[in-house]
């Protein structure tokens, strides 16, 4: 630079001039055009007072205003032409208010976002009403079940003597769920209890949640809405609550209804000209339990009064307990104040049980019944129902059932005769992992597998024997090192273990490329470190290199064997993460 001065003393360095972006400016409008073009507006019954507001006011401003217009009518026509092509059945209340909305676009700017929010209802309605139907068809299949076990008892006590018989209705009886005892004050089950609540991952923060609210009602969350599919307790939880409230507060009032018995009781309030004495009733409560409130979208005759008997509760300082299987503004044809308070607290979901809490629902059982059952054959009935814990119940109620009547000890291929209605019906069980059984099957070079647990011990069972004792391989898993390796000592300790993070691609790829050579490789989670992200393209050589040495490969969803395996002198298993600890070797 000094140089530079010194060979041109007299030359003058000027900054280039700045460029100055030129702005567009709009015509001033005369009165007479922009009358015209609000008479236009208002023949398509869009709102016009921002404009009109301005009609007297400077040139400028006036215009600046149908600019302002013309901008909102446009997105206002593509926002129109969105909620059109909506299948609307079940919100068509919503659908109207957000039409009269689109007339007035100006005032409502975010209108779209709301045609968007009724979009993601319909969506989840769907979504929910297809769980309904599979839920339904499930309870009918268990119903089946329930018959197919007492004709398989019947068959085989043929033999019997009339007087060894059991009887159809004793066997029936027996293979029921007992009709729970309820409060009459309360209308709560005495026996659904925290207590008797089995806590797990899957329902662990609306667990909380209803303990939170039971200790300090109306002060901690109000109102609580809890929320899941059929058959995962969020009923037993309403129940809970209601019966710690009134074992720790003798002179609460409380009330468990469902909606449909809402819906009942005001109907019969009306027509004896009581509807005073039924409001007094539960606007006087210290805390009013609703359940299937999903079902209001068939009630709006009730509406009303629910709005009405929310405000009261909730400005008094009342709890509100609520549970749905789907959220408020999944509810069609909910009124649109409804969504709203019903939202207002806290909304808690459960998803269905994980393996372990499927067990422990089972265990728990297995002690209330005074039987002793195989860990072995609670896995094998948990694996069986995975997504209702009523059906659950009742897979177990089955087989117990069963061993009773026909005396005979709880065994898996009792249970497998049960469940599958009877020896002649058995269907091939789908292939799974028992936490508490080895795996049987050794893996084979060139194919992908699925391994379904919460914690991959069998999986790393299967990696060991895979690995054969040698003194090369190589397990990489996204379970830090320094926890897995002392918590797995049926892992070879020649075995080593990689962490996979998403941080420093280019140093892990050329770690791994060091620590695979020779080696067989075994992988797990392999995204964590970006392979399939875009911008791994540019460690594309380095990744090459390392799949060239160790002969490790994405899996392929169908199974499909790599041709680079089939020699079988590298071996090379990638896993991915699927849902509920899901894992692909």
């Not at 299948?87 to 659908?95: L, M, P, Q, Y």
Request: glycine share 6%; charged share 30%.
């Amino acid at each position: 630079m000094d140089g530079l001065v010194r060979e041109y003393a007299d030359a003058v360095l000027e900054r280039p001039s700045k460029v100055v972006k030129r702005t567009k400016v709009p015509h001033a409008m005369g009165r007479a055009e922009v009358e015209k073009q609000v008479r236009a507006w208002q023949e398509r019954g869009y709102d016009v007072s921002s404009v009109e507001a301005n009609l007297e006011s400077d040139p400028a401003v006036l215009t600046a205003s149908v600019i302002a217009m013309r901008e909102a009518v446009k997105k206002s026509e593509a926002v129109s032409e969105t909620l059109d092509q909506l299948d609307v059945t079940g919100f068509e209340s919503r659908a109207a208010l957000l039409r009269e909305k689109l007339q007035s676009p100006i005032r409502y700017p975010d209108v779209d976002a709301e045609v968007e929010g009724l979009r993601d209802a319909i969506d989840g309605m769907r979504r929910i009403e297809a769980r309904r139907e599979l839920e339904l068809a499930r309870e009918r299949e268990s119903a089946e079940r329930t018959r197919k076990v007492l004709e398989l008892v019947m068959r085989q006590t043929e033999a019997l003597p009339p007087e060894s018989k059991p009887k159809t209705e004793d066997i029936a009886r027996v293979l029921e769920e007992p009709t729970p005892v309820r409060d009459q004050a309360t209308n709560l089950v005495p026996a659904s209890t925290f207590e008797s609540f089995v806590e797990g991952e899957s329902n662990r923060f609306a667990h909380g949640a209803a303990v939170a609210v039971a200790k300090n009602p109306a002060k901690a969350y109000n109102p609580l809405l809890i929320t899941s599919g059929p058959g995962l307790g969020k009923t037993h939880l309403l129940h809970a609550i209601g019966n710690y409230i009134t074992s720790h507060s003798e002179n609460s009032k409380v009330l468990y209804l469902t909606c449909e018995a809402f819906a009942t009781s005001l109907e019969e309030a009306r027509v004896q000209g009581d509807v005073g004495a039924f409001r007094e009733r539960v606007r006087g409560l210290d805390c009013l339990m609703i359940d299937d409130i999903q079902f209001l979208s068939g009630m709006p005759e009730i509406h009303e009064e629910i709005f009405h008997t929310f405000n009261d509760l909730h400005e008094r300082e009342k709890q509100i307990v609520l549970a749905s299987d789907r959220p408020p503004k999944a509810i069609s044809n909910l009124d649109e104040r409804l969504v709203s308070r019903f939202e207002s607290g806290l909304v808690a979901g459960i998803e269905p049980p994980e393996l372990p809490t499927r067990i422990a629902i089972l265990e728990r059982r297995a002690r209330d019944a005074k039987v002793t059952i195989d860990p072995e054959v609670l896995g094998f009935i948990a694996n069986l129902v995975e997504n209702n814990v009523r059906e659950l119940g009742g897979a177990f109620n089955r087989v117990v059932a069963f061993s009773s009547v026909m005396e005979r000890p709880i065994t898996e291929d009792l249970a497998r005769e049960v469940l599958s209605g009877g020896p002649a019906e058995a269907a091939p069980a789908a292939p799974a992992v028992s936490v508490s059984t080895d795996v049987d099957r050794d893996l084979q070079p060139g194919r992908s597998y699925l391994i379904k647990e919460d914690r991959p011990a069998a999986a790393f069972r299967l990696f060991a024997r895979f690995l054969g004792g040698r003194s090369r391989g190589l397990v990489i898993t996204r379970t830090n090192p320094a926890h897995a390796l002392p918590k797995r000592a049926d892992v070879p300790l020649h075995t080593g273990l990689f962490e996979a993070r998403r941080k420093g691609l280019a140093r892990q790829v050329e770690d791994l490329r060091i620590l695979g050579m020779g080696r067989d490789v075994v992988a797990d989670r392999m995204e964590e470190m970006g392979l399939t992200q875009p911008r791994a393209r540019r460690d594309e050589e380095r990744v090459v290199r390392l799949r060239d040495l160790s002969r490790l490969r994405h899996p392929e969803r169908s199974g499909a064997e790599d041709p680079r395996t089939r020699d079988g002198s590298h071996r090379g298993l990638v896993s991915e993460d699927y849902p509920r600890a899901s894992i692909s070797l």
